[in-house]
């Protein structure tokens, strides 16, 4: 199968480990892996803030660079519901309408991509550690992805697995909101590191780098031991 | 009291908010129950998806007629003997009850708990026509006597414990016993019913009215409601103008799904639906009776990409779903209608102005879009706002706008994208401490204030993923 | 009677909605899903009593389960549980049929007040129900899947009954059970269709009053009756 990675700016930029991974994983389970390097971001940050005019910039790049791929494939569940918003967005104009459905239509979210495309739910991994997972809200309430990740952190070897209390609230990131509101976002990711605090974990997991950077760095802030780690990372782990 | 409280800023409201340990406490394990109790109520069913499209369906239909069914309505009140009246604004609203009272020669008016009447100020408009009214639901009690504006829509006085309760029933009421729920309730029942027998006006809201027949229907818990429009000679109900069905087999269904929202149970203690005046021969219930139908800016919305808006309940299911709302509290939006469906409908109904900051102040979770019953996508509608303050009525920060201008032209230009991959981590270098950042410069100290920003990956994927191409075909 | 600024009014509404008015032939679509018809689908009448119990204890109200025989004896007992001094029932056709209205005639023989609403006295049904102990009345439809009884108030039947007394009991023919709301709105929607006047007041009720405005603090009997029972009856 033929998959063109979506690194995602926050993976490209940030957290390249995660972005090694999505690679290795997808060669792994036979995928044959490109990387269009016309890509930018998705476009999320100024569209959700309200700019749309900014956005579109962004958006057409990424459906030039997409083009003619099989299978577009990214490891955050609210980059890739973006690109699900396309079609929306380009309605009505005759240049893009069509690139953006298309775009919509092959592409996935990592775990949604190796349990829903390909069918497997377990990629071989072994991970010693008791381990919580955050399910991000685009992925879960946009991207409709909620199974995927756990059918696949089940079956790592090793791995123990403990519930997030609440775990479907939101950790306050919110991109932009994050700035924009610090004082209420700071509010939101102190109740989530309490929680991830209370699970007595060691690892934090999750399949939003956004968040869990919010997360991340209130943890540490706070003094908090608890590592985060991006379920790729997880999945690719030997 | 009109749709705005306060006239604090948004900030104060929300530091305010924040520092009060009690109301979030209060509000966070109702928040807890009442999510509980909707999940609870809609797992029994087991096709609560269908219930909501149902809803949706209905609503919207609903909408797209709403001219037909409002005529309809008006025709079936008016032949059970009631009057019909269309305020476009609150002041003809309230102009018009005033001068049914004021024919009456009506001294005391008993409410049952209604949100359009907060909205179009009505109270206090009948109190400076010289009214007595008094607020029969426990809740809206509670806050009339302590002149404090409602925080919930549903559980009105969420923000209140009970010492505060029991010292407002001991300074207004001569109340002295403790401070126990049932010994407060029982206060109140008592007091009450005093005003129940003597008023010669009973005022409602209305949950649903039903175009067919002219009924409209109250969904309470308290029994306050039925005392209102029992008791008291005359009764005028006051609607929005989109609170209706078309028939009473949709009004089984958006009840159904209002009680399961707004509380998790399958009716609430009473569903009442009332029609026109008494019947011949019957006590109870009014001789005169008065429909009330408010514009007050809804019409605005139709026909615009926030119809939907319109298709609101009043359950409060994104409140009580709205982690924003949970930390600080519904005071915090400035306006009657708070939590999610507030930061949409404010705006809608009273401008820009003073609430532009409500549509920013969600994390675009869409728990409250998960949560809605008849299925608005208010997180949707909240982007949609901000298109409007930015574009519209230019009112973004000019630091904002031009942050967004470099946004633009870095996402469009791989090459200018490359190089910021490159030069992010030697950027941030005199800043970066340990790989992490704890006092970030310029637009990324609200970011650091509140939590550590990673220090960038030495090298970006893509520079990574270069060099491994170059070993693969080395 | 009187319709005031209505023309202006649903005018503006229907040109925001781009389009002129509609004041005829409005028809309402079939919905795509009917979810509302499932609930308890095929079930008997001994399961929906079934339901029905169960639910009561979710609504803090007893469940009574009885023959018309034995009516008189379930009713006497709930009503020296409450304590009934004052007795104020409805006007119904059904009294007789249940033979109440001699039990209620012996009731006052042994000292009890009972008032059974008579609407000629006018105001004077209300005084009375306001301090009476008990309000009693038959349930016109049974919602088992809510737990709630259906009354269709009338001259006969005041809206004070079920609400002014300190408790309230409903008599529930087992004939009036149906699944849930969904089966009573359809009659009524279907009578109103034919003409039917529908009733002043159709009252849902659900077991006795309650709040939860005090810290959500679920408190029991407020502004309504605070105790209630319901006593289903096998039909006669």
Not at chain 2, 49 to 74: A, C, K, P, V
Not at chain 2, 104 to 128: D, Q, R
Not at chain 3, 77 to 101: F, K, S, V
Request: glycine share 8%; proline share 4%; charged share 25%.
């Amino acid at each position: 199968m033929k998959v063109s990675l979506f690194i995602t700016c926050l993976c490209d930029i940030m957290s390249s480990d995660v972005g090694k991974d999505t690679v290795e994983i997808l060669e792994k389970v036979g995928c044959e892996v490109d990387f269009p390097e016309l890509q930018t971001c998705c476009g999320q940050p100024a569209y959700n803030s309200g700019y749309l005019k900014e956005s579109k910039g962004s958006m057409k790049q990424m459906l030039r660079a997409f083009k003619d791929s099989e299978y577009v494939v990214g490891p955050s569940g609210s980059c890739v519901a973006m690109l699900h918003e396309y079609p929306h967005i380009f309605k009505g104009d005759p240049n893009w309408e069509e690139a953006a459905k298309d775009l919509a239509d092959k592409s996935y979210e990592l775990t949604q991509f190796l349990v829903d495309v390909m069918g497997i739910t377990d990629v071989g991994s072994n991970f010693e550690g008791r381990v919580t997972y955050h399910p991000s809200c685009h992925m879960t309430r946009l991207l409709g992805v909620k199974d995927a990740p756990m059918t696949l952190l089940e079956n790592v070897k090793g791995l123990e697995f403990v519930e997030l209390p609440v775990k479907e609230d939101c950790c306050g990131f919110g991109g932009t909101f994050s700035v924009k509101n610090p004082v209420i976002s700071e509010q939101m990711v102190e109740e989530k590191t309490e929680h991830v605090t209370e699970t007595g974990a060691e690892y934090l997991v999750g399949g939003d780098m956004g968040c869990l950077m919010n997360i991340g760095g209130r943890l540490t802030r706070n003094g908090k031991p608890v590592k985060v780690l991006h379920i790729a990372n997880i999945l690719n782990y030997q | 009291m009109s749709i705005r409280i306060g006239t604090n800023s948004f900030e104060h409201r929300v530091q305010e908010g924040i520092k009060n340990d009690f109301m979030r406490g209060a509000v966070s394990s109702a928040q807890g129950r009442f999510r509980s109790g909707r999940l609870k109520a809609a797992e029994e069913l087991g096709n609560w998806e269908d219930w909501r499209t149902l809803g949706e369906e209905i609503r919207n239909h609903t909408m797209e007629n709403l001219d037909f069914y409002l005529q309809q309505l008006s025709d079936q009140v008016s032949k059970r003997g009631g009057n019909v009246f269309f305020a476009e604004t609150a002041e003809e609203a309230n102009d018009y009850i005033q001068n049914v009272i004021k024919k009456k020669n009506g001294k005391k008016v008993v409410k049952s708990k209604s949100m359009v009447t907060e909205e179009i100020g009505l109270n206090e408009a009948l109190e400076e026509a010289g009214s007595e009214v008094v607020e029969t639901d426990l809740g809206e009690w509670i806050l009339q006597l302590d002149e404090d504006p409602p925080s919930h829509i549903v559980t009105p006085a969420l923000h209140k414990n009970k010492e505060q309760i029991r010292e407002t029933f001991a300074a207004k009421k001569g109340y002295d016993k403790t401070d126990k729920p049932e010994e407060l309730a029982l206060f109140a029942r008592e007091q009450l019913r005093k005003d129940f027998l003597s008023a010669d006006i009973g005022i409602t809201g209305c949950n649903f009215a039903v175009a067919e027949s002219g009924a409209v229907t109250l969904v309470t818990n308290e029994g306050n409601a039925r005392l209102v429009t029992s008791l008291p000679d005359t009764q005028i109900s006051v609607m929005g103008m989109e609170r209706l069905v078309p028939t009473w087999e949709d009004l089984e269904v958006l009840v159904s799904l209002l009680t399961r929202s707004a509380v998790g149970q399958k009716l609430t203690s009473y569903v009442t639906s009332l029609t026109g005046t008494r019947l011949e021969g019957e006590v109870d219930g009014p001789e005169e009776f008065h429909l009330v139908i408010v514009d007050n800016g809804r019409s605005k919305i139709l026909g615009t990409e926030f119809q939907s808006a319109l298709h609101c309940i009043r359950c409060a299911a994104c409140i009580n779903a709205c982690p924003v709302y949970r930390h600080v509290g519904g005071h915090s939006y400035g306006s009657i209608y708070p939590g999610p469906i507030g930061a949409v409908l404010t705006p809608l109904l009273d401008g820009y102005d003073d609430h532009k900051e409500l549509p920013y102040a969600s994390t675009l979770c869409a728990a409250c879009t998960e949560a809605c019953p008849v299925k608005i996508p208010l997180h949707e509608h909240l982007i949609r706002h901000r298109q409007i303050i930015v574009e519209r009525e230019n009112k973004a920060p000019k630091a904002e706008k031009l942050a967004m201008k470099g946004f633009a032209k870095w996402g469009s230009s791989p090459a200018a994208y490359k190089m910021s991959t490159k030069m992010a981590r030697t950027a941030l270098k005199p800043w970066t401490k340990e790989e992490k950042i704890e006092n970030g410069p310029g637009p990324m100290k609200a970011w650091t204030d509140v939590r550590d920003f990673p220090a960038p990956s030495k090298q970006s994927f893509r520079s990574w993923y270069k060099t491994r191409k170059k070993g693969d075909e080395a | 009677m009187s319709i005031q600024n209505r023309e202006a009014f649903l005018n503006k509404l229907a040109e925001n909605l781009g389009r002129s008015r509609r004041t005829e032939g409005v028809e309402r679509p079939k919905w795509s899903v009917s979810p509302q018809w499932e609930v308890f689908k095929g079930a008997t009448q001994d399961e929906l009593v079934d339901v029905l119990e169960e639910q009561c204890k979710a609504i803090h109200t007893d469940f009574q389960k009885t023959s018309t025989a034995d009516l008189e004896n379930v009713l006497r007992e709930t009503i020296e549980r409450y304590e009934g001094n004052a007795i104020i029932a409805a006007d119904d056709e059904r009294n007789a049929e249940y033979q109440l209205d001699t039990y209620y005639q012996q009731l006052e023989a042994e000292g009890v007040e009972v008032h059974i609403w008579d609407a000629e006295k006018g105001k004077e049904n209300q005084v009375f129900a306001e301090r009476a102990d008990v309000g009693i009345t038959f349930s016109d439809a049974t919602l088992a899947e809510s737990g709630t009884v259906t009354l269709f108030n009338n001259k006969g039947n005041g809206r004070s009954i079920s609400l002014l007394p300190k408790t309230y009991i409903a008599i529930i023919p087992k004939s009036t059970i149906v699944p849930r709301i969904t089966q009573a709105a359809r009659h009524i929607h279907e009578a109103n269709q034919q003409g039917h006047e529908v009733s002043s007041c159709v009252s849902f009720i659900t077991g006795p009053s309650n709040s939860a405005d005090i810290e959500m603090n679920l408190i029991v009997g407020v502004h309504g009756p605070t105790k209630v029972t319901y006593i289903v009856v096998e039909d006669k």
